[in-house]
């Protein structure tokens, strides 16, 4: 298998412009997982979603930041409007169910919004 | 407010030698910990994990420790090798049915001196 795969690897970008970024799970799990690291913050879990349903978006910043899992193979966490708070790593990972069995994470996409 | 503590942003070890990662955490209710590693421009990869009822887990050269009345993990890695030198971050889960999602620390790098 692939792994975990997230496009782009890198972005750069401008205040107040959209930012989307891919992740494609591994084939066969059903849970997937975005995170944001900084230097500060460490990882810190935004959304996840079990069977393509999100079931906890309490990390979410605020509204500006939306995530969405149309199937079992793809989901998106896009920022609309960008701000440079937001240069960061982000992680996709996904498991076979849960975040207690092993998460298995993406490259990243590190972002940098200027 | 940071629930999963890790102190030492870096430490450094001598080939051959113990090298200690500690882990302090604030909320009573998280009885499932792990530990990954991070490799620079990789995503994180599980390592080791251990349940509140074990306070030791073994894993080859790794093994960690729990103390849940000092609310502190530690993991011991001997003998350490330069592939060890890395980033390491400590998480959390609490039981919260159908809601599992861990928290993460900032993480250490450490770095394993030849």
């Known amino acids: 298998d692939a792994g975990v795969i997230q496009s782009p690897r890198h972005e750069v970008t401008e205040m107040g412009q959209e930012v989307t970024l891919r992740c494609k799970p591994i084939s066969g799990h059903n849970s997937l997982f975005w995170y944001r690291q900084t230097m500060m913050r460490g990882l810190e879990l935004l959304i996840y979603f079990n069977n393509n349903v999100p079931i906890d978006d309490s990390g979410m910043p605020e509204d500006r930041f939306s995530a969405k899992m149309p199937n079992a193979s793809f989901s998106t966490l896009k920022i609309q409007p960008s701000e440079p708070r937001d240069s960061a790593v982000y992680f996709c990972a996904s498991s076979l169910y849960g975040a207690r069995e092993t998460q298995y994470f993406g490259p990243g996409t590190r972002l940098l919004v200027l | 407010d940071q629930q999963v503590k890790q102190n030492s942003p870096s430490l450094s070890v001598q080939e051959g030698r113990i090298s200690i990662l500690n882990c302090d955490y604030t909320n009573s209710m998280f009885d499932y910990f792990l530990w990954y590693k991070k490799y620079p421009a990789e995503g994180p990869t599980f390592l080791i994990s251990?349940?509140?009822?074990?306070d030791k887990n073994e894993d080859g050269r790794f093994t960690v420790f729990l103390n849940k009345s000092a609310k502190h993990l530690s993991l011991h890695i001997v003998p350490s090798q330069p592939g060890d030198s890395a980033v390491y971050f400590c998480a959390a889960d609490a039981s919260n049915f159908g809601n599992e999602k861990l928290t993460f620390g900032t993480g250490t790098r450490l770095t394993i001196i030849p």
């Open positions: 251990i349940s509140s009822i074990k």
